[in-house]
């Protein structure tokens, strides 16, 4: 039987990956539990583990433009230590990454094997741990690049929209950026899928599947928590000026799971709804 290492278990993903995994053989660690900066301590923790997901990661987007340093200890160095440990001791790795590696101006769906051309900090410095990555452990990593998620555990975009629902009359909500609304319980089921179909190594694309703007994302949201979704009004990214560009369009194609056998995950409308039916978001 497998044994299972999740980094960065306290967070939103690492949370449910957790859950996903409570009939296996399978630890978290948090960061307060594991640095994975250290090259030693993850050297040592790795040892006994078949599979290791790294959702560790330096995620303040804004705040990585003024601290690229420590946003790349974790997400580019603290990747190639992990990557590092599994090769050594022949383990699996799956790596978290973003949509945000890309320069967020195509017109159609990124591939998987789409040229990485990040805009900001963060980007930088998750395309990096993706690259290091793959070239400390080439055969045994497997890149799941993900965007705009939401869950139970966490603060997010869902549980925003809901609170600000019961606070004010209207809220204004961006149009001109397009993206994947995903679900963490439905990634963290992917990843397990993946695994247990002996996916070859390689990027896959970890986000459900359709896309949205963040102002159909959010209409959506109040109907489903019983709020008038006309209560949700249109505006433009210049309305929200942040130090850390955004990405106009973050939809990533699903050709990968396809070509390994796995059905790619469901349409966002169908994972919210589930969302909201399971309880994981209240309305």
Do not use: C
Request: aromatic content about 8%.
């Amino acid at each position: 039987m497998s044994r299972y290492l999740v980094t960065g278990a306290g967070g939103m993903l690492g949370t449910d990956l957790m859950a996903v995994l409570a009939d296996r053989d399978a630890t978290g660690l948090s960061r307060a539990q594991l640095d994975i900066t250290d090259p030693a301590a993850t050297l040592s923790a790795v040892a006994g583990y078949d599979v290791v997901i790294n959702t560790s990661a330096y995620t303040k987007v804004d705040d990585a433009e003024t601290h690229e340093d420590a946003a790349y200890a974790v997400n580019a160095l603290g990747a190639q230590n992990l990557a590092r440990a599994t090769a050594t001791h022949g383990a699996i790795l799956v790596q978290l990454s973003t949509d945000y590696v890309f320069n967020g101006t195509a017109t159609h769906p990124y591939a998987e094997n789409s040229p990485r051309d990040p805009q900001s900090a963060y980007g930088r410095t998750k395309a990096e741990g993706e690259r290091l990555a793959l070239e400390a452990d080439p055969a045994g990593t497997r890149v799941i690049r993900t965007a705009w998620l939401y869950g139970e555990h966490g603060g997010n975009f869902a549980k925003t929209m809901l609170r600000l629902a019961g606070e004010r009359d209207t809220v204004d909500v961006v149009t001109d950026q397009v993206g994947q609304p995903t679900w963490t319980m439905d990634l963290a089921h992917q990843i397990v899928r993946m695994i247990d179909a002996k996916a070859p190594a390689g990027i896959y694309h970890g986000t459900n599947s359709g896309h949205a703007s963040w102002f159909e994302f959010a209409q959506a949201i109040f109907g489903l928590g019983g709020h008038d979704p006309d209560r949700v009004r249109p505006t433009g990214s210049a309305q929200f000026v942040r130090p850390a560009p955004r990405p106009s369009y973050s939809v990533l194609g699903h050709d990968a799971w396809l070509a390994a056998g796995i059905e790619p995950p469901r349409d966002w409308q169908l994972a919210l709804a589930a969302a909201f039916s399971t309880g994981a978001l209240k309305a």
